[in-house]
């Protein structure tokens, strides 16, 4: 059998297989209450018959003004708890498991009319000026972090993944690129990384499910001011002291630039495998890994322990069946019988 499509525990899971379909925001929250909607159990509930070994659902914002566009999930109340928990249960009863990425999308946040960044340093021009946090605000987020994870445990979701990447809040308190505070908050690598240390902590004091992070390991910044790889790997080392139970390796979003790397299929893994090397929890790659060969070839040497696969699922549905024939893997068995059809 495949390493692919095995059986594997990953992140504090037991899986499938090593196939997780990542965060991808829909905005298909369209009556603006950050409640999923038909189309969202349509949507998870297909990649689940599918046979994906995880899903982690979209970013899911701690607060209103946290989200990155108002047609967005979100867990601030026991209203949307409750619709998220039937989510859940309609996840479960297809075997598969889910988790949710909590997010504040910060000084990207497109409709916040008074966003908030670490400095008050704007994204660029498309985005309302942002204000720089005070202290209070800065714990009050952080405690909306720890009450949503809560809601999340009891919605019945079994991971959460902390959006620390692609350049919204947390990230931006991670990157001098965003982050000149002189306070607690900013200036060392130690104090930029405070905020989401007390995010860890708050939600593992708080829930007893496994925590992801996912960050942005490169900014694609030619002037040399971004976090070298060395700093993510450090930065690494704190997440895997605190319990962090899998790393999530991506790239870019900091600052308004494009990929200073060629973009091809799996470009970004190596990422991945330089963190991999520093820790010793697990780590898992993202970035055009759309093909089965490909993911399987990652996985066979070692560069990363689980795949995200997001275009490729959004294209395909059945992309895990084309997976188990394309790799000869004829043990994989789709979760309805009804479906092994289609493997003939």
Known sequence: MSKLLSPAIIGGLTLFNRVIMPPMCMYEA??????????????????????????????????????ITKHDLGLWNNEQMEVMKQLVNSIHYLGTKIGVQLAHAGRKAS??????????IPYSDAYNNPVEMTTDQIRATIKNFVEAAKR???????????????????????????????????GS???RYRILREIIDGIKNAVDLPIWVRISADAYDTTGQQNSMADWQQMAHFMESQGVKAIDVSTGGIIDSKPTIPVHA????????????AVSIDVTAVGLITDA???????????????????????NTNWLNDAANSLHDYDFEPFNPSYQRGQQ
Not at 40 to 59: C, D, N, P, T, W
Not at 159 to 186: C, V
Not at 302 to 312: I, T
């Open 293 to 315: 060969g490909l993911a399987e070839y990652i996985l066979q040497t070692n560069q990363a322990d689980a795949v995200m696969v997001g275009r490729a699922l959004l294209r």
């Open 111 to 120: 409709d916040a009319q008074h966003p908030l960044s670490p400095s008050g």
């Open 30 to 67: 369209k009556n603006e209450d950050g409640k999923p909607t038909p189309f969202h159990f349509a949507h998870y509930g297909m990649r689940a018959i599918s046979k994906v070994g995880l899903i982690i659902q979209e970013a899911t914002a701690v607060e209103p003004d946290g989200r």
């Open 189 to 191: 690598l130690e104090n």
């Open 266 to 277: 799996g470009y970004q893994t190596p990422y991945a495998t330089k963190i991999k090397e």
């Open 152 to 186: 999340a445990a009891n919605a019945g979701y079994d991971m959460i993944e902390i959006h620390a990447a692609h350049g919204y809040l947390s990230h931006q308190f991670l990157s001098p690129l965003a982050n000149q505070r002189t306070d607690q908050y900013g």
